[in-house]
């Protein structure tokens, strides 16, 4: 019951947060699977309806726009490029759909992400009116993400790769990729994120990074551990001004031997060694073959009809038995093998935009402190995504989460675009007030 009761007092929170502060609800987006783990391990009901964490998400986002809504709506002047290209691409993956040899496989693929597309794609921007409000919604994430990472760190037992339920021994849940995903997030926003210096907050990060180490290495997920080792690093000059090259390769060296000692700590208490290089290489191989017989089978296709070539095998094609049998992981070349060259090239127009939106942002915010930090935390953690879909992932599963963060990126920077318009334009009014009331103009 004691187990129940924190996933209850954890929805109460989220939907009392997001009534405050909307964005708050951004936290129960990106935490949504970890959290829905932890009630399948609280309670056999909710094992059973797996559906109720997601509901309540939908519920908490639901409240955040009402309550956003009542800001009133800012009008703003930039085309949001990332979010029509993204359309565009899904919009042809489906379409694609008509085409591909395993339309069932396919519709079950979307009949399981739909949800999330709309939401990560359309939904999640209309959080966001004020130019503070990711602060708190990434703040919010932290403080969450935070929470989980102890509780599966303290009080889970681990089987391996999955953790076992509190009210069946020989129930386990698998949900590995998940762990890694939040404590990737969460450890971005540790770093990153410009809060006041107060000794709570360094507290919290301190025991953020710590949590999401431990559980990363108990999900037992390679990459994703690296990357949040060193993504973090790469963008701490963009979120904090590093007093000298001195002083920034003492953190480079100091997360290198966390990242080193953490590995041979954790490869030395468990059995089987999934951070051999055989290992590696194995699971590696894995995905080059798969993705292989998704090249050469549109290769061959586009040689009999050209059109295959540009139009690609279809989505989802990669589940044919006659191809590979499943996604294989690799969400760009998934891409050029299913959609060919058109969706390839929305992709490579989506990737620019994005450059782009990255850009526009660091010139906006500069200089202050608080929108570098929440604008350095959204671009480590699109890159931390991008790379890992080289290695996980398929474009309906795994597409909308990767760009979700730049799609929170170009709203914020139309936001802060949008008030930069409103105070020139509050500067011109002034000054023509002032230029009215001058000696010179009661002279004339």
Same mark, same amino acid.
């Given at each position: 019951?004691?187990?129940?009761?924190?996933?209850?007092?954890?929805?109460?929170?989220?939907?009392?947060?997001?009534?405050?502060?909307?964005?708050?609800?951004?936290?129960?987006? /990106?935490?949504?699977?970890?959290?829905?783990?932890?009630?399948?391990?609280?309670?056999?009901?909710?094992?059973?309806?797996?559906?109720?964490?997601?509901?309540?998400?939908?519920?908490?986002?639901?409240?955040?726009?009402?309550?956003?809504?009542?800001?009133?709506?800012?009008?703003?002047?930039?085309?949001?490029?990332?979010?029509?290209?993204?359309?565009?691409?899904?919009?042809?993956?489906?379409?694609?759909?008509?085409?591909?040899?395993?339309?069932?496989?396919?519709?079950?693929?979307?009949?399981?992400?739909?949800?999330?597309?709309?939401?990560? /794609?359309?939904?999640?921007?209309?959080?966001?009116?004020?130019?503070?409000?990711?602060?708190?919604?990434?703040?919010?994430?932290?403080?969450?993400?935070?929470?989980?990472? =102890?509780?599966?760190?303290?009080?889970?037992?681990?089987?391996?790769?999955?953790?076992?339920?509190?009210?069946?021994?020989?129930?386990?849940?698998?949900?590995?990729?998940?762990?890694?995903?939040?404590?990737?997030?969460?450890?971005?926003?540790?770093?990153?994120?410009?809060?006041?210096?107060?000794?709570?907050?360094?507290?919290?990060?301190?025991?953020? =990074?710590?949590?999401?180490?431990?559980?990363?290495?108990?999900?037992?997920?390679?990459?994703?551990?690296?990357?949040?080792?060193?993504?973090?690093?790469?963008?701490?000059?963009?979120?904090?001004?590093?007093?000298? =090259?001195?002083?920034?390769?003492?953190?480079?060296?100091?997360?290198?031997?966390?990242?080193?000692?953490?590995?041979?700590?954790?490869?030395?208490?468990?059995?089987?060694?999934?951070?051999?290089?055989?290992? /590696?290489?194995?699971?590696?191989? =894995?995905?080059?073959?798969?993705?292989?017989?998704?090249? !050469?089978?549109?290769?061959?296709?586009?040689?009999?009809?050209?059109?295959?070539?540009?139009?690609?095998?279809?989505?989802?094609?990669?589940?044919?038995?006659?191809?590979?049998?499943? !996604?294989?992981?690799?969400?760009?070349?998934?891409?050029?093998?299913?959609?060919?060259?058109?969706?390839?090239?929305?992709?490579?127009?989506?990737?620019?935009?994005?450059?782009?939106?990255?850009?526009?942002?660091?010139?906006?915010?500069?200089?202050?402190?608080?929108?570098?930090?929440?604008?350095?935390?959204?671009?480590?953690?699109?890159?931390?995504?991008?790379?890992?879909?080289?290695?996980?992932?398929?474009?309906?599963?795994?597409?909308?989460?990767?760009?979700?963060?730049?799609?929170?990126?170009?709203?914020?920077?139309?936001?802060?675009?949008?008030?930069?318009?409103?105070?020139?334009?509050?500067?011109?009014?002034?000054?023509?007030?002032?230029?009215?009331?001058?000696?010179?103009?009661?002279?004339?």
């Amino acid at each position: 019951m004691v187990n129940l009761a924190i996933y209850a007092l954890m929805l109460v929170a989220l939907f009392v947060g997001t009534w405050f502060r909307p964005a708050i609800a951004l936290a129960t987006l /990106v935490c949504v699977q970890v959290l829905d783990v932890w009630g399948q391990l609280a309670s056999p009901w909710l094992f059973k309806h797996t559906q109720f964490t997601n509901l309540f998400m939908v519920s908490c986002i639901g409240l955040g726009i009402y309550r956003a809504w009542l800001y009133g709506v800012r009008r703003h002047l930039m085309t949001p490029w990332v979010q029509i290209l993204l359309t565009g691409l899904l919009m042809y993956a489906a379409l694609s759909l008509w085409w591909t040899p395993a339309f069932k496989e396919g519709i079950v693929e979307w009949s399981k992400y739909w949800p999330y597309i709309i939401i990560n /794609v359309w939904v999640a921007p209309l959080l966001l009116r004020r130019n503070t409000d990711l602060y708190y919604g990434l703040s919010a994430i932290l403080i969450l993400g935070t929470g989980l990472a =102890i509780l599966f760190d303290v009080l889970v037992r681990w089987d391996a790769r999955t953790v076992v339920t509190f009210w069946d021994s020989s129930t386990t849940i698998w949900n590995a990729l998940a762990f890694a995903h939040m404590a990737g997030y969460v450890t971005m926003a540790a770093v990153l994120l410009n809060q006041d210096k107060s000794w709570r907050w360094s507290v919290i990060k301190y025991t953020a =990074i710590a949590a999401c180490i431990v559980l990363v290495l108990k999900s037992e997920t390679r990459a994703q551990f690296f990357l949040m080792v060193i993504i973090p690093i790469v963008f701490l000059p963009l979120s904090k001004p590093v007093s000298s =090259i001195k002083t920034y390769l003492s953190w480079i060296i100091l997360a290198a031997c966390v990242a080193t000692t953490s590995i041979y700590a954790y490869d030395a208490l468990v059995q089987e060694k999934r951070w051999s290089s055989q290992r /590696v290489q194995s699971d590696w191989d =894995i995905r080059v073959r798969m993705v292989s017989a998704l090249l !050469h089978h549109w290769s061959r296709a586009s040689s009999q009809d050209p059109s295959a070539l540009m139009l690609g095998l279809g989505n989802s094609a990669s589940f044919s038995a006659n191809i590979a049998g499943f !996604h294989p992981h690799m969400v760009t070349l998934e891409v050029l093998g299913e959609e060919g060259l058109i969706g390839v090239g929305l992709l490579a127009l989506l990737l620019w935009a994005s450059w782009r939106t990255m850009r526009a942002a660091y010139g906006l915010v500069k200089h202050d402190p608080m929108q570098r930090g929440i604008m350095a935390t959204l671009a480590a953690t699109f890159l931390f995504d991008f790379l890992l879909s080289f290695k996980s992932g398929s474009l309906v599963g795994f597409g909308t989460q990767m760009f979700l963060f730049i799609v929170l990126m170009e709203r914020q920077v139309a936001i802060l675009a949008a008030e930069k318009h409103e105070r020139a334009g509050d500067q011109q009014l002034q000054a023509a007030a002032h230029y009215s009331d001058s000696d010179l103009v009661k002279v004339v």
